[in-house]
């Protein structure tokens, strides 16, 4: 029986918890020790996803980065940092792509990097996964966004769903993979994440993790992408009935900070990474932190600067982001907790956040 | 940079009076989960019981998972495994006669190596 006195304790234990995570948090920002790398090895895609954060193609005229550029930049970080306490995440576009993939990550491996690769699954076999597996590789992502109809209709494509079920079990059948599938929930897929969830499940998924569609890319003036604000809250409670069920591990993604959710929807408190833990080297060089966060922040380039000085002495506005309280965050009650948002959800304008999760739940209570 | 020793003091008083170290384990928004980090290097050298020449093109299996590789033409492989105490290897000639032919044979392999990394010389008998 819930008594005032215990709600009164689950709240307290609520902003305690918070409390301690603020002060963690601080702590990592005065650290900032770099633990996950992305690396956009190619603009070229053999999709042509309507929410591309990215913009990729399949004839992307943007060459692709020989791997020695990116290796040459980042053996230093083995000076500072244990190689195996940093993970490099091969992103794209779409790594398969690349014919080199498989020795890339052997290399990184062979230099005690940990990785993984991030994929729409279109390319990916039996054979590609053996190679990769026998390269070192320790984790991927998989793309899934809904059954059939709208998987292809997000993907654009009407055999990646058949594709991407394919790599589904072959991901699922590895017993030391670590893996998830991430879906991005939209207005044409929501109706089906139950029956998704459930085919998951029968799947023999071990980690679901569910995204809201940035409006970045492709995706800026595609409504259809786009939760209203019933939709946005129903997802929340859709994920935070799921996890009581504990047949998988659903998580929200760390996209935004969610509030009363928090927590509920997830492991840890909303804690934006971005050039605290996470840094990229970006297809042309550039060095940022995730590959969707605006161009406009990119810090500088491994083909005039040392990566290393660059994550030691740069990075600045994603460690001090008081810069970020303008806009609805400048009066936002919660902005202690959130500090700004996810850093993809500021553009070059800098004078407002794009949107607001948190605002759209709480607009609909 | 590295934490120093204050800092990593706050970080254990943070996590152990939040009962957690998920605070630890993150992977960014797009990015994929980090790996267990337990695969490990096994690595070697494939030749001919008869002439000691290396063979090239053997299939280098691991039992029971789908790891595989084939000798290079010097008769190396290289391949990153699961860390298990002990996993089965399977040698095996599968390009018929191109080069040469052999007969396949497996071992099983005990791992307490610390170093994450096992050396394995094998010698392979004609068909």
């Not at chain 1, 954060?53 to 244990?82: H, R």
């Not at chain 1, 604000?229 to 799921?242: A, D, H, K, W, Y």
Request: with cysteine; net charge neutral.
């Amino acid at each position: 029986m819930i008594t005032e006195s215990n709600s009164t304790l689950v709240w307290m234990k609520s902003k305690f918890s918070q409390f301690i995570h603020n002060r963690f948090r601080a702590n990592e920002i005065k650290i900032h020790e770099l633990s996950y790398l992305f690396w956009e090895c190619t603009w070229r895609c053999n999709l042509k996803c309507r929410h591309c954060g990215s913009d990729c193609v399949s004839d992307s005229k943007v060459k692709d980065m020989p791997f020695d550029d990116f290796l040459n930049a980042i053996l230093p970080l083995k000076k500072i940092y244990k190689p195996n306490s940093i993970t490099v995440a091969i992103t794209g576009g779409e790594p398969l792509l690349r014919p080199d993939l498989v020795e890339c990550g052997k290399t990184l491996r062979k230099n005690g990097f940990h990785w993984g690769i991030v994929t729409n699954g279109y390319a990916y076999n039996a054979d590609i996964h053996a190679r990769l597996l026998s390269a070192g590789m320790g984790s991927l992502t998989l793309s899934l966004d809904g059954f059939e109809e709208n998987h292809n209709w997000l993907r654009a494509n009407n055999n990646s769903f058949k594709n991407a079920v394919g790599a589904l079990e072959l991901i699922t059948s590895s017993k030391r993979l670590n893996y998830d599938v991430v879906t991005c929930v939209n207005s044409k897929n929501f109706s089906e994440l139950e029956e998704l969830k459930k085919f998951l499940i029968s799947k023999n998924v071990k980690a679901w993790r569910l995204f809201t569609i940035a409006p970045i890319g492709r995706a800026a003036n595609n409504l259809d992408m786009q939760l209203n604000n019933q939709q946005t809250q129903e997802l929340m409670r859709f994920i935070t009935q799921s996890r009581l069920e504990d047949n998988m591990n659903i998580t929200f993604s760390c996209e935004a900070y969610v509030g009363e959710y928090e927590k509920k929807v997830r492991d840890s408190h909303f804690f934006c990474r971005a050039g605290i833990n996470i840094a990229s080297v970006l297809i042309d060089g550039s060095i940022s932190a995730c590959p969707n966060i605006d161009r406009s922040f990119i810090q500088g380039n491994i083909y005039n600067d040392n990566f290393v000085d660059i994550w030691e002495n740069k990075f600045d506005v994603m460690r001090d982001r008081i810069w970020t309280k303008i806009g609805i965050c400048a009066k936002c009650k919660d902005y202690k907790n959130c500090n700004g948002g996810a850093m993809h959800l500021w553009n070059s304008n800098r004078d407002g956040i794009m949107t607001c999760v948190n605002e759209r739940i709480k607009q609909n209570l | 940079m590295t934490a120093n020793r204050k800092q990593k003091f706050i970080r254990w008083l943070c996590t152990t009076i939040s009962l957690t170290s998920v605070a630890f384990i993150f992977h960014a928004c797009y990015g994929m989960p980090p790996g267990y980090g337990d695969n490990i290097c096994f690595e070697g050298k494939v030749t001919s019981s008869k002439t000691g020449n290396p063979i090239q093109g053997i299939k280098v299996s691991v039992e029971d998972y789908e790891h595989y590789c084939h000798t290079n033409d010097d008769g190396t492989f290289n391949l990153y495994v699961p860390y298990d105490y002990r996993f089965k290897v399977i040698f095996s000639d599968i390009d018929s006669v191109e080069n040469g032919q052999y007969l396949s044979k497996d071992t099983i392999v005990i791992n307490n190596n610390i170093d994450n990394r096992i050396q394995l010389n094998v010698s392979l008998d004609e068909k």
